[in-house]
């Protein structure tokens, strides 16, 4: 798909984490069906696919073949930090994987080129082990934008990127077109949820908004269990998930929103299904204009 890059939006994109423990096959189906518009692929899953032998190009084609947009690609853990192979904080982070290393962003390009990508999405490092945030950012940019993709900063709750503020400083220093932040309710709910930083958000520098309802109070104080395992379908939470999208667009922010319910109640149930009510459900969500 090479030579094809951001020619138009990627519209209504069902994210990785919605749909687990199942191939790429059956996420691309399961997509087609429920009228997404295009789906995530994690960097995780691509190192598996690598060992046994399936290529970047042996994936485009799948989704080419059913017409489904890959758009989005996650995550770059500690885009800023040591590259030695070092497990990636915060130190109460469940799963044991490494900071991003050249190997990483190498992957990340391969598959931006390969499936036409419209993001790639990162994260910060941790307890201050990043080092020149601005010019890695810009570099990583300047690499993505050959194939013509926009890198997204995650600001997250226990790294060194918390929240709107932090994060935009980073993307505003590094100075470049494709470069901006993914703006995912969820961890502003729970982390800082800042109104006046909301609203004053260049719309420009929003490059995919992730979207998740969530209940008023936390479940348990986890932070990051909460987060992979209880996040709640539109409507079922208690968060006004259509405002904080309207707030967005108010600002002129036209990104895509990526839906990202990571629910093991949602996980249980058919791969169609599930689908099929995070589609439905995140249409509904957009402002609605005369």
Known sequence: ???????????????????????????VAAAVAAGADAIGYSLFEFQDAKRDGIGAKDLAAIAERS????????VGLGFDGPADGRRWGPSWFPWDLPYMDAGVEQDFIELADAFGAHHIVVAAS????GAGSASRFARLCDRAAEVGTKVAIEFLPGTDMPDIATSLAVVQAADRDNGGLCVDNWHFMRGNPDERALRSLPGER???VQLSD???????D????????????????????AGFLGTLRASGATAPVSIEILSEQWQAR???????AFVSGARALEPRTS
Do not use: C, Q
């Not at 969530?214 to 348990?220: D, F, I, W």
């Not at 986890?222 to 998930?241: A, I, P, S």
């Open 126 to 129: 941790s307890g201050g082990a």
């Open 270 to 276: 058919p791969v169609a299904e599930t689908a099929t």
């Open 222 to 241: 986890d932070y990051f269990e909460e987060t992979l395992k209880h996040r709640r379908l539109f409507g079922d939470g208690e968060w006004d998930v």
């Open 67 to 74: 017409g489904m947009r890959v758009a989005e690609l996650e």
């Open 214 to 220: 969530g209940p008023a109070a936390p479940l348990t």
């Open 1 to 27: 798909m090479s030579g094809n890059k951001a020619d138009t939006g990627p519209g209504l994109i069902l994210g990785y984490g919605n749909l687990t423990g199942v191939s790429f096959e059956e996420r």
């Open 206 to 208: 929003v490059v995919v």
